[in-house]
């Protein structure tokens, strides 16, 4: 299956910066998504997004909809110690795809206090 | 609370052995989905099924099976034909199969000796 160019591979960030990290994809998606996952669990769904420029927001977490519908950016604000794990990207094609999502390969954030 | 289980959180079996990994759902969705996960890699789809009595094979569907007999039961068995078994396996459901919004269950991590 497609994979999505996820970036960066990893980010190792000092505790109170600002984090950015994007997916890119040949392919136009009708549904975007952010997880995040910690060591040996499941992953945790951050945000979704349906409409191409949407912009969405959730706590310190701000994701947008590329109008291109080809690309997905992730901004955390002032990050913390628990902001550490993997972030996916997940998009999906078409409603006649089903749910089947394609997903990024991950970005590993650090986070030092 | 609503959730998805899966069961053993370890799993350790000799090569040569089929095993089955448990995952439930009480959340009610209709489609439930198969991943599997490898160190510094994102998730790669083995089955989805987008509602009871029904599955598909996704992109790396060789050496295992599926059953749905049940809307909240959802078990994948890894069989001896499975060439490198050893991995962490996602269960995943939504709430039906257009839905792009998919919710993990905490994984099951297999080592096969």
């Known amino acids: 299956g497609q994979q999505l160019n996820q970036s960066p591979q990893s980010m190792f960030i000092q505790e109170g910066e600002d984090v950015s990290m994007n997916c890119t994809s040949s392919?136009?998606?009708?549904?975007w998504l952010w997880y995040k996952q910690d060591p040996g669990e499941g992953p945790v769904l951050l945000i979704a997004?349906?409409?191409?420029?949407e912009l969405t927001s959730n706590g310190r977490l701000t994701a947008q909809f590329g109008i291109t519908r080809k690309d997905s950016f992730l901004n955390i604000s002032a990050s913390i110690p628990s902001d550490v794990g993997i972030y996916f990207c997940?998009?999906?094609?078409?409603?006649?795809?089903?749910?089947?999502?394609?997903f990024g390969e991950g970005t590993q954030l650090t986070v030092n206090p | 609370d609503g959730g998805i289980t899966q069961s053993p959180k370890y799993l350790f079996r000799k090569e040569g052995q089929n095993v089955t990994l448990s995952c439930e759902q009480n959340?009610?969705?209709?489609?439930m989905y198969w991943y599997r996960q490898d160190p510094g890699q994102g998730l790669r789809l083995i089955y989805y099924?987008?509602?009871?009595?029904?599955?598909q094979k996704g992109d790396i569907a060789e050496g295992y099976s599926v059953s749905r007999e049940k809307k909240e039961s959802f078990p994948l068995t890894v069989t001896s034909a499975q060439k490198n078994p050893t991995a962490f396996y996602l269960c995943?459901?939504?709430?039906?199969?257009?839905?792009?919004?998919?919710?993990f269950g905490p994984g099951t991590r297999l080592t096969v000796t």
């Open positions: 995943a459901s939504s709430i039906q199969w257009t839905a792009g919004q998919q919710y």
């Open positions: 392919s136009i998606f009708n549904t």
């Open positions: 997004l349906y409409k191409a420029g």
């Open positions: 997940a998009g999906q094609l078409s409603e006649t795809s089903g749910s089947r999502l394609t």
């Open positions: 959340l009610n969705h209709d489609a």
């Open positions: 099924s987008q509602i009871v009595n029904d599955f």
